[in-house]
């Protein structure tokens, strides 16, 4: 009994709907329906309940008791791991756009400025602990051997550099023309051996002939830079310059003289360098022969922040007194030949 009711039910119901499909009484109480919504919602009451339920926070905090942290965590720590995002990660890093990207970033003006600068600081710094290191040794060499050869007290401050600075300047002169000089023969060595038709080896005449070569150039190479800056690059890196009675300005033909002067020097054992020791001014026999000094200019370094004054006496460095200059130390020594 109950079954056939039911069905008679059914069957009514889907007949009301064929006929409500039929005659658009459907889609007349749906679009009636929505109209209502819409209206109610966009109603003044409506949005002024919304407003007090966020002003009030109890939505915010319906979303915070609706959100688990720990969930999200898990979530997102899942979605990292799974392999789908590791397939993710190599198309993007795969892609040409990925490319560009590192490519536009490498090539920014700020990134190469950035790196340039941390490679500047490292030299500078190097260079100034170099120099703070060298100009130390200078003093104490030079008091060791007044106290061994008795030439009096060696105590005195003095703005010429002694022989430990201008020994290691000159290294770094040397090594980077070595490094030059190896190149250069090296493909000369090349073009040689390709001449002779592959035979290997290059002849003793060759190797002395480059070698002559080579102490001249090297020899020019000082002559040129003593005469334009007063300085070599190691010099530079140390903080040293070529003066003359006070200038900056050493001239070609002193410049000249000193070159020449350097086998003198250099022959008996090194004495015209170790003479540096016992000079009561710092000097050479370079130096007594072309007239000039070598003084310490620490405002031409490039790890100084000072800006030098051309023509003139140097400044003084940042955070360091200026060494007065002296004449002769007290107890007297030994004048340059």
Known sequence: MDGDAMSTDAERASMAARLAGATGLERAVAGAVEEAIVRTVE??????????????????QAIQRSIDPEMIEDAVRKAIESEVSDRVWIEILASDKAQMLVERVAEAPEVRAAIAQQGFGLVSDIGRQVNRITEALDDVLERIVHRIFRLGSAEQETNQAG??????????DVALYLGFISIVSGLLSSVFTALRGGEDGVSHVAIAGLTTVGLLLGGTTFVILWT??????????????????????????????????????????????????????????????????????????????????????????????????????????????
């Open 228 to 337: 334009l800056v007063g300085q070599t690059p190691g010099m530079r890196f140390l903080g040293i310059r070529l003066q003359h009675d006070g200038s900056d300005e050493i001239g070609f033909k002193r410049s000249l003289l000193r070159a020449l002067s350097f086998p003198l020097a250099l022959l008996p054992a090194g004495l015209g360098f170790l003479w540096i020791l016992v000079s009561p001014r710092r000097h050479s026999w370079l130096d007594s022969i072309a007239h000039t000094e070598v003084i310490y200019d620490e405002a031409s370094a490039p790890w100084s922040t000072k800006t030098r004054e051309w023509g003139g006496r140097p400044e003084k460095a940042p955070g360091r007194a200026e060494r007065p200059r002296r004449s002769r130390r007290s107890g007297g020594g030994p004048e340059p030949p």
């Open 43 to 60: 109603s003044d009451a409506v949005i002024q309940a919304i407003e007090r339920i966020v002003e009030d926070g109890r939505l915010q």
């Open 163 to 172: 022989l430990v600075t201008r020994g290691v300047a000159f290294a770094i």
